[in-house]
């Protein structure tokens, strides 16, 4: 059968639409974008009518993909690891309720924190709200996840969290594809109250998930996606998970005849590690991420048998792991330290030569000089670029949105300037509310909404609020006069700094919409 | 056979085309792949690098080890040094002369040259100037791609077809373009050799 080479992500795209995918629902973030982009793009997923449009952020998202699950039909949502905060609350309602057509939730994790602000570890989330998860180790596994998660999701009545890191999702191998499933037909819950979460109802529905929970570490057990490698030499098992299989096959030379547990599915298949648990003096975890395991088998006292892995040294606790790093937990030997030639600087990401957020923070800087006291909060994006020099012109980028709530809990403090820039698809994301609140108190922000109608960061996704944003602050209530367009150019420079200058000086709320089109987006619309 | 590439550069210099080259002649003729890539934040134009993995039997990380890599192919000198810790000690560097500055403190440029030189097998080729004499710049790393040739532990014809395939679209004079530049990178890569 001939392979494709593909992306992880684009392998659970493939696996997804094979299963039987009705519809795709996601936000933009690294390392998941592209298992959407691809959807979009697939001639099945066209001819089959699946939805994959993007949303506006994670939890609206997350919502329509129950929607369609309760419609009976299968659905995929994808983020990045932090969009599940967002996401958060229907995930976690998710549980409760359970599914009626499979639900697969993808979140994309991003040890190294090779694009995020955290490197949290999404195997929590399934964790806390009682759900099986799924972590493949290669591309064909991830494929074959998505493929019949689906089935899974629907045999167990709950949604299945499927969980990636970074460098499996952006890494290309073979794969192999199946017969496609056709899509499910609509169907309504047998019971028809499961999916509303009165107290009375969801506490039935929360008796019924705790007692399932015996079935699911049943599943795991039988799970193909959980393997036993035994192995003579009981002095040390070893418990690798997802990914870091491959590191610890890259060592074959240092395994030693070590039994091997491999893990794809949780919760953690209960007779294998009471196995290796029981055959074995010492267990050494390898698990990309947060030590969840080790911290199980270890229990509070850490009184079982010697347990290795990141909460002792035996692997570093931050950052990715690497087949260098389990090589030096196999051989008990220090790795040793990379050294990069001295003449090698630093090459850290800038905001493109001629990107309109330049010309933004130009203006600013120039006006704010007159304003020592001020403080501008930034957001994420693009423009979180102008933290760095040249323009160091940010004092905080925290979560999405949160540079219009921040500055106005900063004003509330008696700051003065306090400015927010922010991006559009991040305003429409998150930043909507938070301005509403500003307007409701008339607090003294000025909001600069850098407008380049686009979701530029992650690639140049449509921005939900392209051609809507002065309707929407108008129409929050931010007064008329207070919202400037501009269009951010060098030749511009003096009617922006007026401009900026003015909303500042005014007491209250106003935005300035600098508005000028991504040149990457810009570039790629003219090559097609 | 098993070769260990990291291709490098700098964000928008394409290494990722080379990439798509490498693997689609790997793949049509059955060889194993992984390729891991770079995408976010670091495409802006930050340092970037991929590790491209090809044998004839499975391969286990999409990591390559330290010291297990066979071929730094890269855009840009300084880039190039910046993965030398992971360079086998037999391996080659095979990169382009032209320094990228888009940093202030960026070093001087014979200094970046001589560390290069430094390294015992070093390939080091004025790819642009080659690609113009060719006939477009823009085939600059498929000189690149030609120059590695000897070292990639792939027949030259399958990285041919690779470029058959890959520019078919673009019709014949752009694949002609393509395979001109690529035998320009090999001859001058060989040339150096017997210096
Ligand atoms: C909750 C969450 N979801 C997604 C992301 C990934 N992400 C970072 S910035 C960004 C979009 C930025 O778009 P915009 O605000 O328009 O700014 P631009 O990059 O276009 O300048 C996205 C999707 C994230 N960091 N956090
Ligand atoms: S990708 Fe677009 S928005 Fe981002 S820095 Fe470049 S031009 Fe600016």
């Known amino acids: 059968m001939q392979k494709l080479l593909l992306l992880a992500d684009e392998a659970i795209a493939l696996g997804a639409i094979d299963g039987g995918l009705s519809g795709v629902y996601a936000y933009p973030g690294t390392p998941s974008t592209e298992i959407t982009e691809f959807i979009q793009m697939n001639r099945d997923a066209q001819a089959r009518g699946i939805h994959s449009r993007w949303c506006t952020n994670e939890k609206t998202a997350m919502e329509a993909a129950v929607g369609m699950s309760f419609a009976g039909k299968r659905s995929l949502v994808c983020m990045k690891h932090v969009g599940l905060n967002v996401a958060a609350d229907p995930f976690m309602n998710s549980a409760i309720t359970g599914v009626n057509g499979g639900v697969l939730v993808l979140s994309a994790d991003d040890p190294s924190m090779h694009s995020s602000q955290n490197e949290q570890d999404s195997r929590y989330y399934a964790k806390f709200a009682l759900i099986p998860s799924l972590e493949p180790s290669n591309q064909q596994e991830a494929y074959d996840m998505a493929y019949y998660g689906f089935e899974l999701s629907e045999k167990l009545g709950r949604p299945i969290l499927l969980r990636i890191t970074t460098r499996l999702a952006h890494s290309r191998s073979g794969v192999v594809r199946k017969e496609m499933m056709s899509q499910n037909k609509t169907s309504f819950p047998n019971n028809p109250k499961q999916f509303i979460l009165l107290p009375a109802i969801a506490k039935k529905n929360y008796a019924d998930l705790l007692a399932s929970q015996s079935k699911y570490v049943d599943n795991s057990e039988n799970s193909p996606f959980n393997t036993y490698y035994d192995g003579d030499n009981k002095k040390r098992g070893i418990i690798a998970c997802g990914v870091t299989y491959n590191y610890l096959m890259e060592n074959k030379e240092l395994i030693n005849g070590s039994p091997i547990l491999k893990i794809g599915q949780y919760p953690l298949p209960r007779k294998q590690v009471e196995r290796i648990m029981t055959e074995c003096e010492s267990i050494l975890v390898i698990e990309e991420g947060y030590p969840l395991i080790e911290e199980m088998l270890k229990g509070f006292l850490g009184k079982s048998l010697k347990i290795n892995g990141k909460l002792d040294g035996t692997l570093p606790r931050q950052g990715e ?94 700051v003065f300037p306090a400015v927010a820039v922010i991006g559009d698809s991040t305003f429409t994301h998150s930043g909507i509310t938070g301005l509403l609140d500003a307007v409701n108190e008339n607090a003294n922000i000025t909001v600069v909404i850098s407008d380049n109608l686009t979701t530029a960061m992650t690639g140049g996704q449509d921005s939900a609020g392209t051609g809507k944003l002065e309707a929407i602050c108008e129409g929050i209530g931010v007064k008329k006069e207070h919202i400037r367009v501009l269009v951010p150019l060098k030749k511009n420079f003096e009617e922006m700094t007026s401009v900026i200058k003015e909303e500042i000086e005014y007491q209250g709320v106003s935005v300035i919409i600098p508005r000028r089109e991504c040149l990457q987006t810009l570039k790629r619309k003219k090559k097609q | 056979m098993k070769t260990d590439i990291i291709l490098s550069g700098v964000g928008g210099q394409g290494i990722l085309s080379i990439a798509t080259i490498i693997g689609e002649a790997a793949l049509k003729n059955n060889l194993y792949m992984k390729q891991s890539e770079v995408h976010g934040m670091s495409q802006r134009g930050g340092d970037v690098q991929s590790n491209l993995r090809i044998s004839d039997a499975p391969i286990s990380s999409d990591l390559i080890p330290l010291k297990k890599c066979d071929l730094i192919l890269s855009l840009e000198p300084m880039e190039a040094l910046r993965y030398l810790p992971y ?98 990178g090999r001859g001058e890569s060989i040339n150096r050799f017997h210096d």
């Open chain 1, 321 to 414: 792991l690497n087949p260098d790093s389990v090589a030096s937990a196999l051989s008990g030997k220090k790795a040793e330290p990379v050294v990069i030639p001295e003449i090698v600087r630093m090459r850290p990401p800038a905001l493109c030569q001629g990107c309109g957020h330049r010309d933004m923070y130009e203006a600013l800087n120039a006006v704010l000089k007159q304003y020592p006291e001020a403080k501008v909060f930034g957001d994420i994006g693009c423009y979180t670029l102008g933290a760095l020099p040249p323009y160091g012109a940010i004092s905080s980028c925290l979560d999405m949105g949160a540079s219009i709530t921040m500055a106005k809990g900063a004003s509330d403090a008696g």
């Open chain 2, 87 to 184: 360079l086998s000690e037999n391996g080659w560097i095979v990169t382009s002369s032209a320094p990228f500055k888009n940093i202030p403190n960026y070093p001087e440029d014979s200094d970046v040259i001589n560390e290069v030189k430094k390294v015992k097998n070093s390939v080091l080729i004025d790819v642009e100037a080659i690609a113009k004499e060719v006939g477009n710049t823009r085939c600059s790393n498929i000189v690149l791609l030609g120059a590695a040739l000897p070292y990639l532990g792939i027949p030259a014809e399958y990285i041919e077809d690779a470029i058959k395939t890959i520019f078919a679209r673009k019709g014949e004079e752009i694949v002609n373009m393509n395979l001109a530049a690529l035998n320009a």
